[in-house]
């Protein structure tokens, strides 16, 4: 469904990965089909557990070494597939290609390295896999420079400075610079903006779509907050217990939401002016992915569920959109009847 | 860091009282005295006997001797040793250097094998490495040292005559090859105790920072496995295992005690063990200040290292 008049960048096809633990072998993402062209942004979106981060991390190959893998399907970037490369291929890829962000701003960086330090890593990483040599100061000015295109005050002192020693958005700059200085074609971004605080979080969205503009960079956007959501996304993925559930432009999602969850989700953003009053959440909880029950996996907390619900929903393309729910099923109907 | 260093080291003054006046009633009460070692010697008669005893000072209280031992001790005077007839600063200083070099080359052994293993271990856990690891370190903390020296020497020196079992050189001249010859076994003996205790730490520290998301990080920026385990993972788990590095010295002490002696290296372990038989009080004394000092000196420029090593932690 993506944008056709544009090559995808990158795409994934009927993606499966697994989780083991102990002797058994577990899906945690399903079926997962999506696009994505060069300096679009598409957000993956659902709560908590459902398999984004997962679905992240897939594509560079940073699943845990020995428990998780990718068991099926296969992820194109520009035309290759990125599951059958070789180590070497891959580190090249993400030395100079993809860069990720990842939630946790206070983990992610080295706590024994200067930001300095980890930021010219970066820039010597990707000169090196490419094969071209850059020199300390070189690397030292360009990092420089990629702090003050992060709007961080002081870079020259910052650069000398540990990570401990900065606040929350800062080091969320820093990891954004360090993912830019790769000059990547696709960014993706794992909640770079959950463990802030609202205004922080506003000046790093700014940021961020400032940056795409500027480098017609394409964004896998990761998130479970669909205010965000409506920030920045030209096309948004519902995602539900390692499934897609809908899929469609952003105005499609907001204006001509289908799927049940899709809707939940809509109904728990905060709507500026009504303060006071509750905000709506979605009953219930993802069900486990270890012991998941047959049929639609939304079933438990759905509003109108009804028998028919008790068999996995197919996939329905309706113009731009793809929904997996019944009720938008072609002869769902008539099955039931 | 000068405050934490001064404060350590006010700090470390009552424990350094406490342990020279332990070992201080420990020698003295123990039977026998200088005077009685003379005597045993020649036939002295009992007359000369007592005055032998008072011009080594034995007749006055105990606390009163160990005040005045102090008190010397504080002007840099560790007196005179009743058996060598020399000064036991002399004597001390001979002896240093080979137990230093020992020592030194025994932690470095145990250091570089006990990482190199625990991040082998930790990469790759229940992997071969792991298992001959821990089967390394298993041995290194349960074999006694003696017995594992005497082992040593049966194959090494007995059976395939390939490296000396006594001494520090060759008799006749000195060259570092046969010092490096000569310090082979003993250095393994020694570090073979300490090995368990960095492989333990350097595994289970490292396989904490392998799990971190900068980890993760680091990875996604395209770098090869060495940096990421080395630069980035190790850089961060060794800093606990600098921390264990003083807990080892005490053992290291003992250690060194019974190896010099079984090997006849001439440092102060064996310096130790001959003052305690002829019951030199101010050797025993002079190498009880040396030691102790040496420990809590190592102790403070530890934490002090600890602090450089890890910016989080601010002294
Ligand atoms: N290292 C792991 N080992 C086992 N299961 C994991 C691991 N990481 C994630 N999972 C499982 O995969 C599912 C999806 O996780 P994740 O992608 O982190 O969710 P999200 O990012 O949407 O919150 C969860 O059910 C989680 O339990
Ligand atoms: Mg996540």
Request: glycine content about 10%; charged content about 20%; aromatic content about 6%.
């Amino acid at each position: 469904m993506a944008d056709s008049s544009q090559p995808p960048l990158l795409e994934a096809r009927n993606l499966r990965i697994t989780f083991r633990r102990g002797r058994r072998e577990f899906a945690v993402v399903e079926d997962m089909t999506f696009s994505l062209a060069a300096g679009q942004t598409l957000c993956l979106v659902g709560e908590s557990g459902c398999g984004k981060s997962v679905t992240g991390n897939a594509v560079l190959g940073l699943l845990p070494q020995g428990s998780g893998r990718v068991a099926g399907g296969e992820i194109l970037f520009a035309g290759r597939d990125l599951v059958a490369l070789s180590a070497g291929e891959m580190r090249r890829i993400r030395a100079g290609k993809i860069s990720i962000i990842f939630q946790d701003h206070a983990a992610s960086l080295n706590p024994a390295h200067t930001i300095g330090r980890q930021l010219t890593e970066s820039v010597r990483t990707r000169e090196k896999v490419l094969g071209r040599g850059v020199s300390r100061r070189e690397a030292y000015g360009e990092s420089l420079a990629l702090l003050e295109r992060m709007g961080v005050t002081s870079p020259v002192w910052r650069m000398r400075q540990y990570p401990h020693e900065l606040s929350g958005g800062m080091r969320q700059r820093i990891l954004i610079g360090m993912a830019l200085a790769k000059k990547p074609l696709l960014l993706i971004a794992d909640e770079p903006t959950t463990a802030l605080d609202v205004t922080v979080q506003a000046q790093i969205l700014d940021l961020m779509s400032h940056l795409r503009r500027a480098m017609d960079t394409a964004i896998l956007f990761i998130t479970h907050d669909m205010g965000v959501v409506a920030e920045i996304a030209d096309f948004v993925l519902v995602m539900y217990a390692g499934q897609m559930v809908e899929y469609d432009y952003a105005g499609g999602i907001f204006r001509n939401p289908l799927h049940p969850y899709t809707e939940g989700l809509l109904r728990s953003i905060p709507q500026p002016g009504r303060t006071g009053e509750r905000l709506f959440a979605i009953e219930g909880a993802v069900p486990d992915l270890e012991n998941l029950p047959p049929g639609c996996r939304f079933r438990e907390r759905c509003p109108y569920g009804r028998p028919l619900c008790a068999r996995m929903p197919p996939v329905t393309q309706l113009e731009t959109k793809q929904v997996r729910c019944w009720r938008f099923a072609p002869g769902g109907e008539k099955i039931e009847a | 860091m000068l405050r934490f260093i001064v404060r350590r080291i006010l700090q470390a003054i009552p424990i350094f009282i406490g342990i020279t006046a332990i070992v201080f009633a420990l020698a003295n009460l123990a039977p026998g005295s200088p005077a009685d070692v003379v005597a045993a010697a020649g036939n002295l008669p009992e007359a000369a006997y007592e005055e032998l005893k008072t011009a080594l000072g034995l007749d006055k209280p105990l606390p009163v001797r160990y005040a005045l031992w102090l008190g010397r001790l504080l002007h840099g005077d560790l007196g005179f040793s009743s058996n060598a007839h020399r000064q036991v600063w002399d004597l001390i200083g001979q002896r240093i250097g080979p137990s230093l070099l020992l020592a030194g080359t025994a932690i470095l052994l145990a250091l570089t094998v006990g990482v190199a293993l625990g991040v082998m271990a930790a990469y790759r856990p229940y992997s071969r490495w792991d298992n001959i690891s821990s089967a390394l370190s298993f041995i290194g903390v349960s074999t006694p040292n003696f017995f594992l020296s005497l082992l040593l020497i049966y194959i090494f020196a007995v059976r395939l005559g390939l490296l000396p079992a006594q001494g520090m050189y060759y008799t006749g001249h000195k060259s570092l090859s046969g010092l490096l010859l000569h310090l082979l076994m003993p250095a393994s003996v020694l570090g073979l105790q300490m090995v368990g205790n960095f492989v333990k730490q350097t595994r289970n520290s490292m396989l904490t920072a392998l799990n971190e998301e900068y980890i993760k990080t680091a990875r996604a920026k395209g770098l090869g496995e060495a940096a990421v385990v080395l630069r980035h993972a190790l850089r961060n788990a060794w800093i606990p295992v600098v921390a264990t590095l003083g807990m080892t010295v005490p053992t290291l002490v003992g250690g060194a005690v019974v190896t010099e002696q079984i090997f006849g290296w001439p440092g102060i372990g064996s310096l130790m063990v001959h003052s305690i038989n002829t019951r030199d009080y101010n050797t025993i004394m002079g190498i009880t200040v040396l030691v102790s000092l040496g420990v809590l000196a190592v102790n403070i420029v530890l934490d002090a290292v600890y602090s450089l090593l890890d910016p989080r932690i601010k002294v």
